[in-house]
């Protein structure tokens, strides 16, 4: 069963290998030790078993290494010299992703080298370093995120963090959470890989079927964005038609988070999620983290360039069933003002009715976190695999969270 589960860890299916490493059990498996970086190839399942042959060629030929192939949403091929070493394998890798699984459900990922907690040689000081020093144990650099979504960054190293930073506990250190959505609660790859092209694919079939007063208002809502940019922005450069689907194009090609735009993605969403072919993404530590807070009388808020409208959508049709309650309405976007921008933290912290300094902001942005502290919050790093990189300056500076749960605490 965990081999299918194993499997499904990335909520894209797009991963053609999971990757495990700092376990004992690596050693069952044969080619590698405890610090080795297993590579366990996954190929696409067939309707007949005979159909799998030309990828179970390509995958040993890729991973030659691994004496196993996972085969998505079904199981694994494990194989041995003799019967009795394959039944091993077997047991060895059902340990190991058996512990993949469970290690995602506590927002930790299987393929990440820990933080802490294993040898290294840093932590090695011998006075004098004279001949009789034991060897240091040296690490692989082979690691990798336990899976490689389609448009994911290597960010491994955001959490090798250069200067201790302590992470606020709630509700020991404020009552009032405020979270970012894209790679915080929700991973950046279903944004990108499922939400954003879901409108372009559907843009011109739901133009066609707006009124004529939609059209109108909806033209000029998304005018108004363009008009907002900077003078010097590529958008405004563009000999850009002023249609809904030219401006549209220009403005996602872009990367521009602007709220006229944001209000149409949010309406196109909203009959995609009706419809059953879009379902919200969160990681599997939000939900249990949401449970603390209830408990604990924390309040959740969310703060998205996405709009309100798209945030309620996401969070009311997500792989756990609809979780809006937890955040009782208290949701802001770009209408509170833009999230690079102190204000907008100033002006959040008003409408809770909390000073800045008692609330907590999560984002993977570093653009944001400097904003929101230079509000007065306290601002902490969402390390997410695929996130994009953080620089020096802030992996010294802000303290760096990878699963939600680790905002966690006792009150005293």
């Not at 995958?59 to 079904?74: E, G, T």
């Amino acid at each position: 069963m965990y081999a299918q589960l194993a499997t499904l860890l990335d909520p894209t299916e797009k991963s053609d290998v999971i990757r495990i490493t700092h376990l004992e059990m690596l050693k069952g498996v044969g080619n590698h030790s405890y610090d080795s970086v297993l590579e366990v190839p996954i190929i696409d399942n067939r309707p007949t078993e005979d159909l799998l042959a030309e990828q179970l060629d390509a995958a040993i030929l890729k991973y030659p290494k691994c004496n196993a192939v996972l085969v998505r949403r079904h199981g694994i091929y494990a194989w041995g010299d003799s019967w009795e070493q394959a039944k091993a394998q077997c047991e060895s890798f059902d340990y190991l992703f058996e512990t993949a699984v469970k290690m995602k459900g506590m927002g930790l990922d299987s393929g990440v080298v820990p933080v802490s907690g294993t040898y290294r040689d840093e932590d090695v000081e011998m006075d004098g370093g004279g001949s009789n020093s034991p060897p240091a144990k040296r690490q692989k650099t082979e690691e990798g995120p336990a899976f490689n979504g389609s448009s994911a960054t290597n960010n491994d190293a955001d959490l090798e963090c250069s200067d201790k930073t302590d992470v606020p506990i709630v509700p020991r250190d404020s009552k009032v959470l405020l979270l970012d959505i894209e790679g915080t609660t929700t991973s950046i790859s279903f944004v990108k890989d499922v939400l954003f092209p879901y409108v372009l694919k559907n843009l011109e079939s739901y133009v066609a079927k707006m009124t004529d007063e939609e059209k109108k208002m909806t033209l000029a809502e998304l005018i108004a964005d363009v008009e907002a940019l900077d003078a010097n922005h590529v958008v405004k450069q563009m000999n850009l038609q002023h249609t809904i689907i030219d401006i549209v194009k220009a403005l996602m090609g872009s990367d521009v988070k602007a709220t006229g735009l944001k209000s149409l993605q949010g309406k196109m969403w909203k009959s995609g999620y009706a419809s059953g072919e879009l379902v919200g993404h969160i990681y599997s530590d939000f939900l249990p983290m949401l449970d603390w807070c209830k408990a604990n009388d924390v309040k959740v808020c969310i703060y998205s360039s996405g709009s309100i409208a798209a945030q309620k959508l996401l969070f009311k049709h997500t792989e756990k069933g609809d979780i809006t309650e937890y955040f009782g309405g208290r949701h802001f976007d770009t209408t509170s003002g833009s999230k690079k921008e102190a204000a907008s933290y100033q002006t959040i912290a008003s409408a809770l009715g909390v000073k800045p300094e008692e609330v907590v902001f999560v984002s993977d942005l570093e653009a944001e976190i400097y904003a929101a502290r230079d509000a007065g919050m306290r601002a902490v790093v969402s390390v997410r695999p695929g996130n994009a990189p953080l620089s020096v300056e802030t992996k010294k500076e802000f303290p760096i969270v990878r699963s939600l749960l680790q905002l966690c605490g006792n009150a005293n």
